[in-house]
């Protein structure tokens, strides 16, 4: 079974940046879908963006495109979440998760490794 280390996170104001790592350890596919969710109070989790660590290809929500990149680092099975222009609306706490692809990318129920979780908070 994979798991997932989350890194980075924490408060920021409004039009500020933070960066999300998310690391993969154990047995995996040498090809993998990674994604980032968030989850806000009394809210359902939303996928943020995902990518597909085989070809690059890149995934985002509407509310996020532009502003939020993801990358990923093959050599050290690491995702990396960066968020510009960050908005209150982004606080949540993030969560990365993992995959064989990326079809549908953002249901999460067919996710089957998640991380602990990263808080953002994001002050206006």
């Known amino acids: 079974r994979v798991q997932l280390v989350e890194s980075g996170g924490g408060s920021v104001q409004a039009g500020g940046s933070l960066r999300l790592s998310c690391a993969a350890f154990?047995?995996?596919?040498?090809?993998?879908?990674m994604a980032w969710f968030r989850q806000a109070p009394g809210k359902e989790r939303e996928g943020v963006a995902g990518i597909y660590t085989g070809d690059g290809s890149a995934y985002y929500v509407d509310s996020v495109k532009g502003r939020f990149t993801i990358s990923q680092d093959s050599a050290r099975n690491t995702v990396t979440l960066q968020m510009n222009s960050l908005k209150p609306e982004d606080t949540a706490m993030y969560y990365c998760?993992?995959?064989?692809?990326?079809?549908?990318?953002?249901?999460?129920?067919?996710?089957?490794?998640w991380g602990q979780g990263t808080q953002v908070t994001v002050s206006s």
């Open positions: 154990g047995y995996f596919y040498d090809s993998y879908c």
């Open positions: 998760a993992v995959r064989y692809d990326c079809y549908r990318w953002a249901e999460r129920s067919v996710y089957y490794s």
